[in-house]
Nanobody, 131 residues
Framework: QLQLVESGGGLVQPGGSLRLTCVAS????????IGWFRQAPGKEREGVLC????????NYADSVKGRFTISRDNTKNRVYLQMNSLKPEDTAVYYC????????????????????????WGPGTQVTVSS
């Protein structure tokens, strides 16, 4: 069974840090683009950061540039989202997703993370930034 599971969410004060981990089972992430997305209450799901299967990356959301970084460890079949200098507006459910060649190409050619191009999704992990 193909599965993605996120972990590492929680409650953090403004200015704090969290590292989210996405672990795949049932398939290898080597050939997939990976995206981190988030959805706040009443808002649409938005792309945060995505990384191509080869390791290239894009900062999709201007609001996280300089604060969030994405990395992947294919030997462990997992992807990370390091979040620093967290703000209350970062509060959301965070999802990781795996996409095929179309997702890869859109990251490379358009520097975009588009949810509809991702085939496998985790259940999400809640991140709450509050004092």
């Amino acid at each position: 069974q193909l599965q993605l599971v996120e972990s590492g969410g929680g409650l953090v004060q403004p200015g704090g840090s969290l590292r989210l981990t996405c672990v795949a089972s049932g398939f290898t992430l080597d050939y997939y683009a990976i995206g981190w997305f988030r959805q706040a209450p009443g808002k649409e799901r938005e792309g945060v950061l995505c990384i191509t299967s080869s390791g290239g990356s894009t900062n999709y959301a201007d609001s996280v540039k300089g604060r969030f970084t994405i990395s992947r460890d294919n030997t462990k079949n997992r992807v990370y989202l390091q979040m620093n200098s967290l703000k209350p507006e970062d509060t959301a459910v965070y999802y990781c997703a795996a996409g095929g060649p179309v997702a890869d190409r859109i990251i490379r050619d358009q520097s975009m993370c588009v949810p509809m191009n991702y085939d496998y999704w985790g259940p999400g992990t809640q991140v709450t930034v509050s004092s």
